[in-house]
């Protein structure tokens, strides 16, 4: 069946479409400027005449990139830290976001542990406390100082805790007339049906941990322990420096790049995971992070 459409609807979705078209490509220009810089030589970007697409194209800023010992070494750490600490935090927020989607005469309480989870989303221990605690735990120049910290995202289990809130209540119900007990409904009955919710939390969290850089600089001594944003936020800053010092090996290299293309490899090189994790993850995400914004 076909569905009329009135002229002020049409007029309505051009405008709606040309905007958001508008938009989308405003955020895509900076990205492929980005790339193009990346794959151009020296000369044209000292110039100033690269726009979006590359100019005496060349793979030299990620030859320097990927030729640096450090590189493979950082980007293992951030792997390891995305799946201990993307792990860590969705077994944690299921494990707070199931009882507190509960009514308050179902789980005493409630609104108590509801807001000492806000409290902490309002008030921290400040940098120099939270260094203190993870230098005297001895968690110095480990994963563990990147992962406990931020062990429970309270925003994200809030988004879990009302897409919960969402579920139809004769699902849990039949279950536990059927002799199932909380933790057989928890694992076997509501996590199945909430993989929307759950992936798109899992997605901030991923995220979150991948592009984290400061808490690696700050609990890390040594470059080699480091994640990989925080390694190409040392080498971003410190990029002429780092060509200086490595002039002897990679002069062929150095002469084909400067600074801002090497800036922008390193750049596009960090972000390149999330691009390859988020097709994945988009068709749940929508509709998780909506269903769990409905109900307060």
């Not at 005496?56 to 995305?82: C, E, H, I, W």
């Not at 600089?217 to 480091?226: C, D, E, S």
């Amino acid at each position: 069946m076909k569905i009329k459409t009135g002229l002020s609807r049409k007029i309505f979705l051009c405008i709606n479409y040309t905007f958001l078209g508008v938009t989308a490509l405003l955020c895509l220009l900076p990205f492929v400027h980005l790339l193009a810089l990346s794959f151009s030589g020296s000369v044209p970007v000292a110039a100033g005449s690269v726009g979006l697409w590359p100019r005496d194209f060349t793979f030299a800023s990620y030859q320097f990139a990927l030729k640096s010992p450090y590189f493979f070494r950082t980007m293992g750490n951030s792997f390891v830290r995305v799946v201990l600490g993307a792990g860590l935090n969705l077994l944690l927020m299921l494990l707070m976001a199931y009882p507190l989607s509960k009514p308050r005469e179902k789980l005493l309480g409630r609104n108590i542990y509801m807001g000492i989870c806000v409290f902490t989303m309002i008030f921290s221990g400040g940098l120099i406390p939270n260094y203190m605690v993870i230098n005297q735990l001895g968690l110095m120049d480990t994963i563990w100082a990147l992962v406990l910290p931020g062990a429970l995202p309270v925003y994200n289990m809030v988004i879990l805790m009302n897409f919960f809130r969402g579920l139809p209540p004769e699902l849990e119900d039949a279950a536990l007339i059927d002799g199932a007990n909380e933790w057989c409904v928890l694992w076997r009955i509501i996590v199945p049906v909430s993989k929307p919710g759950i992936a798109t939390v899992l997605l901030f969290c991923i995220v979150g941990h991948w592009n984290s850089w400061f808490d690696g600089i700050i609990y890390m001594n040594k470059m080699i322990h480091y994640p990989l944003q925080s390694y190409l936020q040392k080498m971003i800053m410190d990029m002429e420096t780092m060509m200086r010092a490595s002039g002897g090996d990679y002069v062929l290299l150095l002469s084909m790049m400067n600074a801002r293309t090497g800036r922008a490899a390193q750049l596009f090189l960090g972000a390149l995971p999330m691009l390859i994790v988020y097709p994945f993850l988009q068709k749940y995400f929508t509709k998780g992070l909506v269903l769990g914004s409905v109900k307060g």
